[in-house]
């Protein structure tokens, strides 16, 4: 498992600091204005994809074990196309999506979720390495490609970071679907399950889907939602000096997802609580030590290295946008480690009510401070949204497991643990 941990993390860390690269580099090329729009497409695109993961997300990782590939494979796709038609609907009908780009949000979501599950169901076959590819192929080709357009070809604009994203997500795609189609070839032992009808089958990935979508959607409105409430007050300005430090703060989030991954894989293959409960306090521990560190080195950055280096004059005040996400980033990652056990034992209402308590916290608090305080105070609101999140999961954890708030705590135990390990390999 370490193993499987340890080349998740560096894939996504190499991505990570390609994305970061980038956003210096759009910053110059594009300027504030610009990263605000690239921002609002993102954030569009982020709650759609989690609409599509209600047949097409971790659903993939949970029912691939009970029914046949070729079986939730066309699932997941035409609800692909569906779920991403019903949800682009909806948003325009809210005004949430920018002006003129309807349509290619459409067709970039299309394409980005469709990657997305082909990544889903390598990770379900335990191909952890074409997992990873996928999701540096859809992160870190993007950089590549835009130094092309920007460099080379001259196109200093919006236009070309859109192109860029075709390219990238349309590479990831083929890649991915090569990758399984040997999965999709190979004929599969029977199983009870296979007897159902493609009725029943459906019914239950989306009874199953609908709960950690809502969670997922509640997430991503917590983190993306102020994007809007933003644009709306401050301008596409603060929506990019917003979307910098958060992007640079979230960079930690990298290592907390790839354990969750992991996490999540090795619980749904596991029926033992004890043996549940063990690797998500364990996993837990660690993730927090990481991400702590990581953000800690993070705010050890002044201000003039964001005015005077990475960015310009224009991106003043990145610092404290970062600096007023640090808890929440920190809580949320670990959270992301409860939330996946949540899932993976079957729980999943437990991590939607987290994710809705930390939506409900963001809509009320940030109607106070986004208003008054802007950019930072929309920055405040997420984190604290983010802090209610993890308090909410770590009671519930403990309650359902009989353990206290101190079991959840680094011991000496676990770092001799983590030395074994280390030694091991």
């Known amino acids: 498992m370490l193993k499987d941990i340890l080349k998740t993390i560096s894939t996504r ?33 982020s709650i759609i994809v989690m609409v599509n993961g209600i047949l097409g997300g971790s659903s993939i990782v949970y029912f691939i074990n009970k029914f046949p590939i070729r079986t939730i494979f066309p699932i997941a796709y035409l609800w692909t196309f569906v779920g991403t038609g019903i949800a682009c609907f909806i948003m325009h009908l809210l005004g949430l999506l920018p002006e003129g780009y309807t349509t290619d949000i459409y067709l970039l979501t299309v394409l980005y979720s469709l990657a997305v599950a082909n990544s ?7 191909h952890i390495t074409g997992f990873n590819l996928t999701n540096m192929l859809q992160g870190g080709l993007l950089f590549f490609i835009l130094l092309c357009f920007y460099f080379i070809f001259q196109q200093k604009e919006v236009a070309s970071y859109i192109k860029g994203l075709y390219l ?27 007897k159902k009808s493609l009725y029943i089958i459906v019914k239950e990935m989306f009874t199953y889907g609908l709960w950690g979508s809502a969670d997922n959607i509640a997430e ?48 749904a293959k596991t029926q033992d609580p004890q043996e549940q409960k063990e690797i998500t306090i364990r996993l837990l521990k660690f993730t927090f030590l990481a991400i702590a560190l990581v953000m800690g080195c993070i705010l050890l950055i002044p201000e003039w290295v964001y005015t005077d280096i990475l960015f310009s004059q224009e991106f003043t005040g990145v610092r404290k946008v970062i600096l007023a996400l640090s808890a929440g980033i920190v809580l949320l990652g670990c959270n992301m480690i409860l939330s996946h056990y949540f899932i993976g034992s079957g729980k999943i209402k437990y991590s939607t009510a987290s994710s809705c308590i930390g939506l409900a916290t963001l809509l009320s ?38 353990c206290t708030l101190r079991d959840l705590l680094f011991t000496k135990d676990d770092l001799n643990y983590l030395k074994g390990l280390l030694k091991k390999k």
């Open 168 to 194: 990238a997500n349309a590479i990831a795609f083929i890649v991915s679907i090569l990758l399984l189609l040997p999965y999709l070839l190979k004929k599969e032992e029977s199983t009870a399950n296979e």
């Open 220 to 267: 991503t409105c917590t983190a993306r939602l102020n994007y809007f409430f933003v644009e709306r007050f401050v301008g596409l300005g603060g929506v990019g000096l917003l979307d910098i430090g958060t992007k640079v703060s979230e960079s930690v989030w990298n290592i907390s997802r790839s354990i969750a991954y992991i996490e999540y894989n090795r619980i």
């Open 365 to 402: 608090v940030g109607y106070w401070l986004i208003p008054a305080q802007g950019v930072v105070g929309s920055a405040i609101s997420t984190s604290i949204a983010f802090c209610a999140m993890f308090i909410f999961s770590s009671v519930v954890f403990t309650k359902l497991n009989r």
């Open 120 to 126: 889903r169901f390598l990770l379900g076959k335990d």
């Open 13 to 45: 860390y190499l991505v990570a600091i390609l994305n970061l690269a980038l956003i210096f580099v759009n910053a110059k090329v594009l300027g504030i204005e610009g990263l605000g729009l690239i921002g609002l497409i993102w954030a569009s695109i």
